[in-house]
């Protein structure tokens, strides 16, 4: 049940009702949605819910404490998450805090729904809905329609349904004719708004079909280009992540395929899809050319094929374009809403596009500062372009995190999500990237409600299904992580390729191989290389380990591959480096604010291997402290096995099973 629903209205004289009208808009109860003349306003759950109780209690002052404790009971979070609803929601409404008309912000208290509602908002809305009225009532003339109908018996028209007398055969006959010509109205009306509803639906399968968008190719070679063709591709894959009858594979898997040739079956076995496209662009000052065709990797059969000749400042064209010969050439059978998200975005400023696009290109090569600084001048540049602020935000997290970033980058992330979601609310991205965010500092319990709801809009989204297991695997809910994660990869097998992206909750339920399993067979990012290190110094494979992680180190020294490194020092008897290591480590954390519980509960495991008690509970209590409260783990945990006897182990421990049983109450 919805939390809103819950929350008793307290207005004088407004009793709760299906639905309420005010301005163009009616805020539909039974159906959970919003309208605005007739059209569905998208909203989130919780957003819609925010917006229900302010309507409920017209005209009264919520306060903040009472929307919270209403719209997240006994959970925790923080006042910015009822401003970004309240800010959603006048987003929707078409408003801005500075001129409000529906939503008054009373400072430092809370807020008031001002707008006044109509009173005969049902009559109104049960039009819609379709519960009383004819169904000529969707021809252009409601009225005369529902005239008409009336007059098929006028005997019917006036008396009660209960004392109505049986209509005689030519009444009926006469009613069966006026209810048939109102369904050809309706049947005309849907074929015209929606011309592929009639269209034969092909036969349902177990899983979504499968396709891979590969880098386009720079006929021309020009350097100040090549960031075209990865960033194009990367715009089409974005868009389609809401089809849900569709599964594409991220761009971190088809990076891989800058600038080379490709054999389709290769490719098409190596990304596991059944489905290609490829293409290339060749730019010539302002006039750019590309060209695309969209491939059946069994058959080699070119399903569809185009070129699209444009000016270089209108590049935004090519991700509508693409996505929309795509979806017509495999006749995927839409939802309104994935309609609604497929049509074309709004204008974004040129160059901010390009910056943009620049952005995109860099953080996929893990140049996050590079990246930053594009996709900040593209915000400033324009500031109305969600996607950008999204992207954006997770430079910032990525930079926080393994360079070093800290608090003020994390702050900046969380600052950046929340105008991505207040520019577009049911972006699928955004939520995810801030759900990360919320997990690597401290604040699971916040992550997971927006995972959930976001796999709402799209249950076959992959990245999300990944996300929602990692946070998962921070609470300690190991079986439902692995669920969760093997969920993801049977939508996207490679979603493991993905940097940062490693199935732990395998190593933390003490199964080993098949954590080594999981891991994907490259070994080209530092990242993987230092969980097969881990996974082999849990086996005691410590010759392995060690070239393993100190080959992760080499190729990229972060935050995870230095505490590799002081792993390796313990087995090659080097303790007094390591200890060194993970004390700079320790060091540059508290110096600059950087999150990841993980990370720390792994600083504690080291300590422990090398042999400083003090120091190993220390940070293991600020891993529990700060949001990895993995309780089975670390009640099982053999590399903190030295831990067990001294004194300070199990207040930390029973401090995990408590945060790890709240949890496991409210969300299972």
Not at 184 to 193: D, P
Not at 245 to 266: F, M, N, Q
Not at 310 to 315: A, E, G, H, M, Q
Not at 524 to 534: P, V
């Amino acid at each position: 049940m919805s939390t809103a629903n819950q929350f008793r209205p307290t207005a004088k004289g407004l009793e709760a009702r299906p639905c309420y009208a005010f301005g163009p808009f009616v805020l539909d109860t039974i159906q959970h949605g919003l309208l605005k003349q007739g059209t569905p306003v998208p909203l989130t759950p919780k957003t819609y819910d925010t917006l229900l109780l302010l309507v409920q209690n017209c005209g009264r002052m919520l306060s903040k404490e009472e929307l919270m404790q209403a719209l997240w009971p006994d959970s925790f979070v923080e006042e910015s998450n009822l401003t970004q609803q309240v800010s959603m929601i006048r987003k929707a409404l078409g408003e801005s805090a500075s001129e409000p008309r529906y939503i008054v912000t009373v400072p430092g208290c809370g807020y008031r729904f001002a707008a006044e509602l109509k009173p005969d908002a049902e009559d109104e809305h049960r039009d819609r809905r379709g519960n009383s009225k004819p169904l000529l009532q969707f021809a252009n003339d409601a009225k005369a329609s529902a005239a008409a109908l009336a007059r098929v018996d006028p005997n019917e028209a006036t008396v009660a349904a209960a004392e109505r007398p049986a209509p005689s055969p030519i009444s009926r006959a006469r009613l069966a004719v006026a209810v048939t010509v109102a369904l050809l109205v309706v049947a005309a009306m849907v074929l015209a708004k929606f011309p592929s509803a009639l269209r034969p639906k092909p036969p349902l399968t177990g899983s979504p079909r499968s396709l891979a968008i590969l880098p386009l190719q720079n006929i021309r070679q020009d350097a100040a280009s090549d960031f075209l063709g990865f960033s194009l591709a990367d715009a089409v894959i974005t868009k389609l992540d809401y089809v849900s009858s569709l599964t594409v594979r991220p761009s971190t898997a088809v990076e891989k395929y800058r600038g080379k040739l490709i054999d389709i079956a290769s490719v098409g076995s190596d990304l596991k899809v059944d489905t290609l496209l490829t293409g290339s662009f060749l730019r010539d000052g302002d006039n750019l050319r590309i060209t695309y065709q969209l491939i059946e990797v069994k058959t080699e059969k070119i399903l569809g094929r185009g070129t699209i000749d444009l000016k270089y400042d209108n590049l935004l064209r090519v991700q509508d374009q693409v996505a929309e010969q795509i979806i017509s050439k495999l006749q995927l059978n839409l939802s309104p809403s994935e309609a609604q998200h497929l049509k074309p975005v709004t204008p974004v400023s040129p160059l901010a596009y390009e910056y943009y696009l620049r952005g995109v290109d860099l953080h996929s090569q893990h140049k996050f500062p590079l990246a930053i600084k594009m996709l900040e001048k593209s915000t400033e540049m324009d500031p109305s372009y969600a996607l950008a602020w999204a992207y954006l935000g997770a430079s910032y997290t990525s930079d926080a995190t393994f360079e070093f970033g800290g608090r003020e980058q994390y702050r900046r992330a969380q600052v950046a999500y929340e105008k991505a979601l207040a520019l577009e609310p049911s972006q699928m991205d955004a939520p995810m990237f801030l759900a990360n965010l919320f997990v690597d500092t401290g604040k699971v319990e916040q992550a997971v409600p927006l995972l959930r709801n976001t796999l709402k809009a799209n249950d076959n989204y992959a990245p999300v299904h990944w996300e929602l297991g990692y946070a998962y695997r921070f609470a300690g809910m190991l079986q439902e992580s692995a669920a969760e994660c093997e969920r993801a990869l049977q939508l996207d097998p490679l979603v493991k390729n993905s940097n940062g992206s490693v199935l732990n909750t395998y190593l933390y339920l003490g199964e080993y191989d098949k954590f080594l399993a999981s891991l994907p067979d490259a070994n080209d990012s530092s990242f993987h290389l230092f969980y097969r290190g881990f996974g082999e110094f849990y086996k005691r494979d410590f010759e392995h380990a060690s070239q393993d992680f100190d080959r992760a180190n080499d190729l990229y020294p972060t935050l995870y591959t230095q505490i590799g490194k002081a792993l390796s020092d313990s087995i090659t008897r080097h303790p007094s480096e390591g200890l060194e290591i993970l004390r700079g480590l320790e060091k540059k954390i508290a110096e600059r604010g950087v999150g990841d519980p993980e990370a720390e509960y792994k600083i504690a495991q080291a300590y422990a291997v090398l042999g400083d008690k003090a120091a190993a509970l220390a940070a293991l209590r600020r891993g529990v402290e700060s949001g990895f409260f993995c309780y089975p783990y670390l009640a099982s945990d053999p590399l903190l096995n030295t831990l067990r006897g001294e004194s300070g182990f199990s207040p930390i421990l029973e401090l995990a099973r408590q945060r790890h049983d709240a949890f496991q109450r409210n969300f299972f």
